[in-house]
């Protein structure tokens, strides 16, 4: 029998105007599995934090993972996951693709790595199928590889790691409200006008474009979006005066962590992220909403062995 501890961590995806193609790891925050393979067939799957998660694992996405794996590889195994930690569901900071890229990696690692990373993340994406209804790696592709990641093409899936500026910060906060992704998806329209199409490829080229050349204040410029924002900013309580008392206050740009309700702040210092999350947690205290917070460095790191 052999067995691995993995973190995977969370994530902010579409970073604005790249939906479904973009999105970073938030070092500090994550999930842990500890996995084994012994001889045989099978997934168990047993829950150590007062999260409720399926235990079923039929309903649990890191089993859509494990069989991918299992499918891609060729090898057989009866799988033991225990979920020692776990970001709530439902947050917007890439909580299936947490559990998804901890249960890819850690399968990698208990075979002795038979997949590239690309693969690692194929796996991944599978878990976010069951839990959103759509294969995304915007959040599976920053949970396994870290920093920032382009998704240039899902057929064949070809992702792309960004530079992370060394004065990217964010602050997040994740109130205690629970928007299903896959709710968040469905309400999008099916089409974009063409004058919108243009305004938000012309943001994504300048945000990679400040990613590369370290241009913070042109990342912030064109971390705009408004392909889904406008359809579900009304999750988020008092979303457009949030923003309002962030950017009077430093942050580069405000938007919604993936499909939310979490919401992050860009800066270019430390302070201005401390001071974006203080004005984040008093605009929910306000509301009588709880939530979690926090002001982070981004930085390169992704899933890995503990
Ligand atoms: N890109 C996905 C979406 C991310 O916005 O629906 C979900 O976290």
New binding site residues.
Partial sequence: MSTVRVFAPA?I??LGCG???I?LALDEVGDVLEMSATEGEGISIANDTDIPLPEDPEKNVITPVIRKFLEITGKRAHIDVRIERKISPGS???S??ASSAAAAYGMNLLFDCPLTEEDVVLCAMEG?NLA?G?Y?A??AGPAVMGGIVLIRGYEPLDLIKIPVPGNFYCAVIHPDIVVS?KE??SI?PREIPLHDAIRQWGNVGGMVAGLYSGNMELVGRAMKDIV?EPY?KQFIPGFDELRKQLLAAGALAMN?????PSVFALADHYETAYRARKIMNAHFDALGIGYESYAIKITNKGAREL
């Fill in positions: 994530s995806a579409n939906f479904d193609i999105g917007g900071i890439g299936s693709a976010e959103s759509g995304h915007d959040n992704t968040a998806r999008l889904a579900r919604i962590a993936g499909s939310g």
